[in-house]
């Protein structure tokens, strides 16, 4: 059975049929209310909602879903992994996956407003993968054993930090504290006919800005996990934001930022939409 796993004011809950399940109340405490927990345990969590008949008992409100992974060791980016996107900023594709970090602290949810700390803040869609099971040298075929699911998440990049000197600051343009909503939940591999092959688009102020499929990857996600813990332990609760393609503002002619006020729509097929508005920081 497909698993849509949220973080509702830090409760893990199941979407079910419209509503949530409370996990920690419906397991009898077996899971505790950490979404975390659920991630150290995925397979004996995937295995306790597959064979329990769950009946929603509240309904959904997505504004009260926060970062549906709060709190990951680590967070793994992609860059320059679409081949659209490689040609729009004049560059060769990578002949191996250039890897960079968010910093956690950037997580925000899927409802989340985005602080505006530049006038060049940039859009990018992405696909980001959830680790779930711990794994060092996994190989490629048996690569997608180790995810839990995939969220939708925006790597929001302050161009103006990242590029302020040689050689750019990738990690801390892009970790801003907002710059990482995820979401709206964690939605099990089972849920797709080809989880490699997958819609993914990104709307500003009602604009389509992308509009791409994941088959466009230079490195599919299978490569990303082998590649990534052939260097790194994996741990439940990872993500990695695979890379955005074609579309983002600052390779476009003229180039288009992000303003106060916009709101950004960023959608993956058969996994969700986040809807995010950008404002001025609160301080």
């Given at each position: 059975m497909p698993i849509r796993v949220a973080n509702r004011h830090g409760r893990a809950v199941l979407l079910v049929d419209g509503g949530i399940v409370d996990v920690d109340q419906a397991s009898g405490g077996a899971f505790g209310p950490d979404p975390m927990l659920v991630l150290a345990h995925w397979d004996a969590f995937c295995n306790w909602a597959a064979g329990t008949s769950l009946q929603a008992t509240e309904g959904l409100d997505e504004a009260e879903l926060a970062a549906c992974v709060p709190r990951p060791g680590s967070v793994f980016a992609i860059g320059l992994n679409y081949r659209a996107h490689a040609e729009e900023a004049g560059l060769a594709p990578p002949n191996?996956?250039?890897?960079?970090?968010?910093?956690?602290?950037c997580l925000a949810g899927p409802r989340s407003d985005i602080y505006l700390f530049s006038d060049r803040v940039d859009w990018e869609v992405e696909l980001v993968v959830v680790i779930g099971r711990p794994g060092v040298r996994v190989a490629e075929d048996v690569a997608?054993?180790?995810?839990?699911?995939?969220?939708?998440?925006?790597?929001?990049?302050?161009?103006?930090?990242?590029?302020?000197?040689?050689?750019?600051?990738?990690?801390?343009?892009?970790?801003?504290?907002?710059?990482?909503?995820?979401?709206?939940?964690?939605?099990?591999?089972?849920?797709?006919?080809?989880?490699?092959?997958?819609?993914?688009?990104?709307?500003?102020?009602?604009?389509?800005?992308?509009d791409s499929r994941t088959t466009d990857m230079i490195f599919a996600v299978p490569e990303l996990v082998s590649y990534l813990s052939g260097v790194c332990q994996l741990q439940p609760g990872d993500l990695i934001f695979t890379g955005t393609p074609r579309g983002v503002g600052a390779v476009r002619e003229p180039r288009r930022y992000l303003q106060v006020g916009e709101t950004i729509v960023s959608t993956i097929e058969g996994v969700g939409s986040l809807v995010n508005r950008c404002v001025i920081p609160p301080y």
């Open positions: 191996r996956p250039m890897v960079f970090t968010k910093f956690p602290s997608l054993d180790y995810v839990a699911g995939y969220c939708v998440g925006q790597d929001i990049s302050d161009r103006r930090l990242q590029f302020n000197d040689k050689p750019p600051q990738f990690s801390l343009g892009k970790s801003r504290e907002t710059f990482g909503p995820i979401g709206p939940a964690i939605v099990s591999l089972d849920s797709f006919a080809d989880p490699n092959d997958l819609q993914i688009t990104c709307e500003v102020a009602g604009e389509r800005m992308q």
